[in-house]
């Protein structure tokens, strides 16, 4: 008699939310066969390092958030936890006012919770001081009975704190995580807390204050608990050992290996799925899709029109990131900091081109040569495409140009390499989590498939870890569920 076939799944997408996803599949000691499919020569996604500057620099994210339990598990799993190392500096600036100014103490996700650092970081006038003064200092506030339904984080902190706190602080910090704009983005999704304090019936910033997140146990170094934490070597690094560790478990992981369609296996009551590439069809008992929105959608049309409707709703932005080496002559101001966020232009003027900027030698010491410095700047966001008419040296030019006003570098970079990004940052608009619980639920209901990624749950390392475990999960319980089982 003949060994019963393995199952098989197939994870679409070897981004780190669909690594992590083949990771939790692989745990099954070999019962499962699982295959990859990935349209790019590299795995990893995002999560990109390579030699500049004789170092190797992230050219992606460069670090993940500490509080968040994901990827610090993910790291002890690859053995990887004597490899973490925090900022090397925990200041941060914000061009405000016409200078760089420091973030205040207390903030939480860009909401100020002490009126005092506020105050004394010059970032609001004394005019804009007003408002969050009285939210300490005036009565106590009926509550609000729409206050339970979803808010723009904009809405919530111009009317509790006024339009320069808004504008200022939480516009750069919480829009900058999706890069986008706070005047449509999601409370209940990327800051719950917020709405929660907004029910309160006293100080919005007081509130705030008591709900401040602790990191999870095991994330310090050094005896300190970090905000974010990376890898010596570059966050790079977690992409690569976990697909060594997948290629040491048997994953099957196809590079270059575009998916232009799925489908269902004739004969088979719909239960199994046909993985079509360009030059192969495999058949599968479950799929992980781990995709953008756009390519989500357009793969399940053909089997929930309502699925790939809800997932055509999600719009994105597009970044680029501008990786500038001068000497250390060039800057004629102290990198002091982790570096510093640029917000909109409130009206005066065009916004800058520059969204933010990293002191990539500061952040992160071991970046640190004799004679030179390393930055990064940020372009691109929300409604804000001018970037992608540029090219290279003119995107550069024009990064360089605004740096010299905003930070006082001068002359040309000694090397400079621009890595773009489009289509990466989905925007959590007001509803998401409604519409996420549904895409969610529309996807159960095809026999053994789940969705992963940076469009549901958050955008961050952790949260893509988090989904893509949680996807892998979801489709084997979808296989037992499956007459006759499919393990």
Not at 145 to 166: F, I, K, N, Q, Y
Not at 227 to 253: K, M, P
Request: net charge positive; hydrophobic share 45%.
């Amino acid at each position: 008699m003949a060994p019963p076939t393995r199952p098989t799944v197939a994870v679409l997408g070897g981004g780190i939310a669909g690594l992590a996803a083949a990771w939790e599949l692989s745990t099954a000691g070999g019962r499962t066969r699982v295959i990859v499919f990935e349209s790019d020569g590299r795995l990893g996604g995002k999560l990109r390092t390579e030699p500049f500057g004789g170092r190797d620099v992230d050219l992606g994210p460069d670090a993940f958030v500490a509080r968040r339990p994901e990827a610090l598990a993910l790291c002890g799993e690859l053995g990887l936890t004597p490899e973490l190392v925090a900022p090397g500096v925990r200041r941060a600036y914000v061009w405000a006012r016409g200078r760089l100014r420091p973030l205040p103490a207390g903030l939480a996700l860009g909401v100020p919770t002490r009126l005092g650092p506020l105050a004394r970081s010059g970032i609001c006038s004394p005019a804009g001081l007003v408002r969050p003064a009285l939210d300490l200092l005036g009565p106590g506030r009926r509550r609000d009975p729409g206050s339970d339904t979803d808010r723009a984080v904009g809405e919530v902190v111009r009317r509790r704190l006024g339009r320069e706190v808004a504008t200022r602080l939480a516009g750069p910090l919480i829009g900058g995580i999706h890069a986008g704009t706070v005047e449509t983005t999601s409370a209940a999704a990327v800051f719950p807390a917020l709405l929660e304090a907004d029910r309160h019936p006293g100080s919005l910033m007081r509130a705030l204050r008591t709900s401040m997140p602790h990191p999870p146990a095991g994330a310090a170094v050094d005896g300190e608990a970090p905000v974010f934490l990376s890898l010596r070597g570059g966050i790079g690094r977690l992409a690569d050992e976990l697909t060594h560790g997948l290629e040491r478990r048997g994953i099957e992981l196809r590079r270059g290996a575009r998916v232009h369609a799925l489908g269902r296996v004739a004969g088979d009551d719909g239960r199994r799925w046909v993985i079509r590439t360009a030059g192969d069809e495999v058949e599968v008992d479950g799929v992980v899709v781990a995709l953008p929105a756009p390519a989500a959608a357009g793969l399940l049309r053909p089997h929930d029109g309502a699925l790939a409707g809800l997932l055509d709703e999600v719009a994105y932005a597009s970044v680029a990131l501008v990786t500038l080496r001068f000497a250390d002559d060039a800057v004629s101001r102290p990198l002091d900091g982790s570096g510093f966020l640029v917000p909109r232009s409130e009206g005066a003027g065009p916004d800058p081109l520059v969204t933010a900027c990293t002191w990539l030698t500061s952040k992160w010491p071991e970046l640190g040569r004799r004679g030179d410095v390393l930055l990064r700047a940020s372009v691109g966001r929300l409604g804000d495409d001018r970037f992608e008419s540029l090219d290279d040296d003119e995107l550069v030019a024009r990064s360089v140009g605004e740096l010299a006003v905003m930070m006082g570098v001068r002359g040309s970079p000694l090397d400079a390499v621009v890595t773009r990004w489009p289509q990466a940052f989905p925007q959590y608009a007001v509803g998401h989590p409604s519409r996420v619980a549904a895409v969610e639920a529309a996807a159960g209901r095809l026999p053994a498939v789940a969705l992963a990624g940076a469009v549901l749950h958050g955008v961050g390392i952790p949260a893509c870890i988090g989904s893509g475990r949680r996807a892998a999960g979801a489709v084997l319980v979808g296989m037992d569920a499956q007459p006759g089982g499919a393990r």
